[in-house]
C-alpha cells in the first residue's frame, strides 16, 4: 500500500452510525477498512466516468467533424422513434433476463489482453465484503475437499495436481450472531 498518511475525517451522525455498524456486525475490522474500502469504490466510479465523459466527447467530436465536411442525413423523428421502441424492447428483455437469473452477470465485455480480464475480475474481487470473499473462499475449499473424498471413496489415485494440503483439515469461523 505504500506509506501511510492520517487523516481526520468528518461525517454526519448518519454516516459515522452506518460506518460503526459495519464494523460491529464484523463486515470490516475497523472504520479505517470501511472508509478505504468505500474510496476505493469511489475511485473506480470516477475513472468509469471519466473514461464515458472522454468517450462521449470523442463522438462529439467525430459529429461535429462530420457536420463540418457536411456529412448529413435528414431528420426522420418515426425511424428515430422506432429505434427508441427497438432499444427500450431489447432492454426490456435483457432486464426480465437479469430478474430470472439474479446471480448471473450477463454482460458482455471486450477485453485486448488476458491481463485485463485479471484486473477485472480482481476489480470485482475487491468489491465484495470482506465477509463474503472468506465465504467464497471457504466454499471453493469445501469443493475441493468433497472432490478430494470422492476420489478416496472411488478408489481412484488422487490427480496429480492435488496439494496435499487439501488432506488438512478446513475449520470455518463463523461469526457469532447478534
Known amino acids: 500500500m505504500g506509506s501511510i498518511e492520517r487523516l481526520t475525517i468528518t461525517l454526519p451522525a448518519e454516516m459515522a ?5 459495519a464494523v460491529n456486525e464484523g463486515d ?4 479505517s477498512e ?31 467533424a462530420d457536420v463540418t465536411e457536411g456529412r448529413l442525413t435528414e431528420f426522420d423523428s418515426r425511424q428515430i422513434i422506432a429505434m427508441g421502441k427497438k432499444l427500450s424492447a431489447e432492454r426490456a428483455k435483457s432486464a426480465s433476463l437479469k430478474k430470472q437469473e439474479p446471480g448471473m452477470d450477463k454482460t458482455i465485455r471486450k477485453y485486448s489482453s488476458f491481463a485485463a480480464v485479471k484486473d477485472d475480475e480482481y476489480r470485482e ?43 488438512r483439515t478446513l475449520v470455518r469461523l463463523q461469526r457469532a450472531a447478534r
Open 28 to 31: 470490516y475490522a475497523s472504520t
Open 17 to 21: 452510525g452506518l460506518v460503526k455498524g
Open 34 to 64: 470501511v472508509i478505504r474500502e468505500a474510496l476505493r469504490d469511489w475511485k473506480m466510479k470516477r475513472e468509469v466516468r471519466m473514461h464515458r465523459l472522454a468517450e462521449s466527447k470523442a463522438d462529439l467530436d467525430r459529429g461535429m
Open 125 to 167: 474481487w475487491q468489491a465484495l465484503p470482506a465477509h463474503a470473499r472468506l465465504d467464497a473462499a471457504a466454499e471453493l475449499s469445501l469443493m475441493q475437499f468433497a472432490w478430494k473424498e470422492r476420489e478416496n471413496v472411488e478408489g481412484k489415485e488422487p490427480a496429480r495436481d492435488v496439494q496435499p494440503g487439501l488432506q
